[in-house]
């Protein structure tokens, strides 16, 4: 998600250069555009409004925050007559007409967030009904409608049905789902990256393994969005091959690859033209949510780690989405938002909109008899026993075959 780069990332490569998804929102609003007072973050919201809308709401009901009601009022006018989301608005303000390029991402985020704020069933399903719409005939989902199908948007796509109670596997196109295109786009166990996740075959068809694509597929295959909790450790780190893969192994294999890919810097990089590798935060945090849900939960820890003594300025100067995904990777593995490396990820997300409320104890009120040195004791016990507990699964990473980014 950085935002995301989330799944939207390298979907918008090729749509949009700059489009929400692939974009965080940035330290000023442009001149000519007036915020709308319902929107988080102080960047125009033409590219990336509703992507850091999603989030922003999705963090806050995580944490047990209540959103405010003009930020869901608001999140849920931009939805178009036929029911979908846009990541780039020329006119945030206006009605969204069939000119407006819409896109799954955008709208499978939209649905997380209105399903979890509540009170917008009917947008939410019509929503859902435009997804279903748009399915492609090997069961995925692109970026744009009728675009080629992609790891990342079906893999969001899935956590949009999953939220509103519909199993993935019961969508079908030609009697494909979600997880028949997945499995497409897993990388043979005896090539390079085996066991990994395409983003998308080149144009010869050959797969090449992405851990971005992974970071999004695992939770696909696992059929989660983007909340999710630590789950069951793999019963084993070999790579499982076979024509016909079910979800489970595919999310085993590709997070078995991510793991790998992770523990080489304790964290992933992009490359920009003309640069050296740099840090991909946004990555990073989609890795610890998705290794977290495929039971890596130790390796899923020390990236989070990573994170806590280096990410704090990414996110001040992303904002809102950089924030939320930094919650939800602690949701995954069970840490203190309001405490992440002396910062409160929650209060700082909190104050760069409509101020929330708390109808229950959360994470930031929450009143216990530990003080915040006992909380820290339990994560690190924990990493503790997973880092000892994973100490074979280590030997048998290093064995597995390299494999390119």
């Known amino acids: 998600m950085n ?5 939207a990332a390298l979907a918008a490569v090729g749509v949009l250069a700059a489009a929400a998804p692939a974009t965080a929102a940035g330290p000023s609003p442009s001149p000519k555009v007036a915020l709308p007072s319902g929107l988080y973050g102080t960047s125009d919201p ?27 009022d608001w999140l849920a006018g931009q939805q178009c007559a036929n029911g979908a989301f846009a990541a780039f608005r020329a006119a945030p303000d206006r009605a969204c007409d069939s000119k407006v390029m819409v896109d799954t991402n955008s709208t499978a985020a939209a649905v997380q967030a209105l399903k979890a704020a509540g009170g917008h069933g009917a947008a939410v399903g019509k929503a859902v009904d435009w997804l279903k719409s748009v399915q492609n005939k090997d069961g995925g989902w692109g970026y744009s409608p009728g675009g ?3 790891t990342n948007s079906t893999s969001v796509v899935i956590g949009a049905l999953a939220a509103v109670g519909t199993d993935p596997a019961d969508v079908h196109q030609a009697g494909k789902s979600p997880y028949d295109l997945l499995a497409a786009m897993s990388v043979p166990c005896d090539q390079v990256g085996g066991g990994g996740l395409a983003y998308q075959p080149d144009k010869k068809g050959t797969l090449y393994a992405n851990a971005d694509a992974e970071a999004a597929g695992v939770l696909g295959a696992l ?32 997070g078995a690859r991510l793991a790998s890919v992770v523990a080489r810097r304790g964290h992933l990089t992009s490359t920009l ?4 590798d740099q840090p991909d935060y946004g990555n990073t945090a989609d890795a610890v949510v998705a290794l977290a849900a495929d039971g890596r939960v130790g390796q899923a820890l020390q990236t989070y780690t990573w994170l806590e003594h280096n990410a704090t300025r990414w996110a001040e100067q992303s904002g809102p989405a950089a924030y939320a995904q930094l919650i939800l990777a602690a949701h995954a593995v069970g840490a203190q938002p309001g405490d992440f ?6 209060r700082s997300l909190n104050q760069l909109g409509p101020a929330p409320s708390m109808p229950s104890a959360g994470h930031e009120t929450k009143k216990s008899g530990k ?9 690190w016990w924990f990493v503790g026993v997973c880092l000892v507990a994973g100490i074979g699964i280590g030997f048998l990473l290093s064995g597995r075959k390299k494999s390119q980014l």
């Open 148 to 150: 080629a199908s992609d």
């Open 223 to 254: 059929g989660k969005g983007f909340v999710t909790t630590a789950g069951k450790t793999p019963g084993t780190s070999a790579c499982v091959t076979g024509k016909h893969l079910t979800p489970a192994q595919v999310a085993d294999n590709a």
């Open 341 to 346: 490396g002396g910062t409160s990820l929650v």
């Open 371 to 379: 003080s915040d040195g006992g909380s820290a004791f339990g994560v």
């Open 46 to 72: 033409t590219y990336d409004g509703v992507w850091r809308q999603s989030l922003t709401l999705i963090a806050q009901r995580t944490v047990g925050y209540e959103p405010a009601a003009k930020a869901v």
């Open 273 to 276: 033209p003309g640069t050296m």
């Open 3 to 7: 935002v995301r780069r989330s799944a």
